[in-house]
């Protein structure tokens, strides 16, 4: 069955950076459009980044444009989301998504067929 698992998350002071790996397996991970989400308590889950087939093309939320940069490895059946100059306010626990697409990337959570167990970034003021 297809999983995806996130690792790298963790606690970090405001002003560092982390980078985020999602590992997928059971699917043909060249095949599908990617994307790193979030959520805190009582909050919808917001989109953050999103990358294409190829890793061509990328997609970002405003609130993490200059600061997050997400990449693939196919080889590797791998997503990463590195984020820096990380703040309080990016504190949530961050999940991977999957879906067989062709297009340069799916900002709508609605869309994604495969979802992680989510790993925890909490950033220290």
């Given at each position: 069955?297809v999983q995806?698992?996130?690792?790298?998350g963790g606690?970090?002071?405001?002003?560092?950076?982390?980078?985020l790996?999602?590992?997928a397996?059971?699917?043909?991970?060249?095949?599908?459009?990617?994307?790193?989400?979030?959520?805190?308590?009582?909050?919808?889950r917001?989109?953050?980044?999103t990358?294409?087939?190829?890793?061509?093309?990328?997609?970002?939320?405003?609130?993490?444009?200059g600061?997050?940069?997400i990449?693939?490895?196919?080889?590797?059946n791998?997503?990463?989301l590195?984020?820096?100059s990380?703040?309080?306010?990016?504190?949530?626990?961050?999940?991977?998504?999957?879906?067989?697409?062709?297009?340069l990337?799916?900002?709508?959570?609605s869309?994604?067929?495969?979802w992680?167990?989510?790993?925890?970034?909490?950033?220290s003021?």
């Amino acid at each position: 069955q297809v999983q995806l698992v996130e690792s790298g998350g963790g606690l970090v002071q405001a002003g560092g950076s982390l980078r985020l790996s999602c590992a997928a397996s059971g699917l043909t991970f060249s095949w599908y459009v990617m994307g790193w989400f979030r959520q805190t308590p009582g909050k919808e889950r917001e989109f953050v980044a999103t990358i294409n087939r190829s890793g061509s093309s990328t997609d970002y939320a405003d609130s993490v444009k200059g600061r997050f940069a997400i990449s693939r490895d196919n080889a590797k059946n791998t997503v990463y989301l590195r984020m820096t100059s990380l703040k309080p306010e990016d504190t949530a626990v961050y999940y991977c998504a999957a879906v067989q697409s062709v297009s340069l990337g799916e900002t709508v959570s609605s869309r994604y067929d495969y979802w992680g167990q989510g790993t925890q970034v909490t950033v220290s003021s």
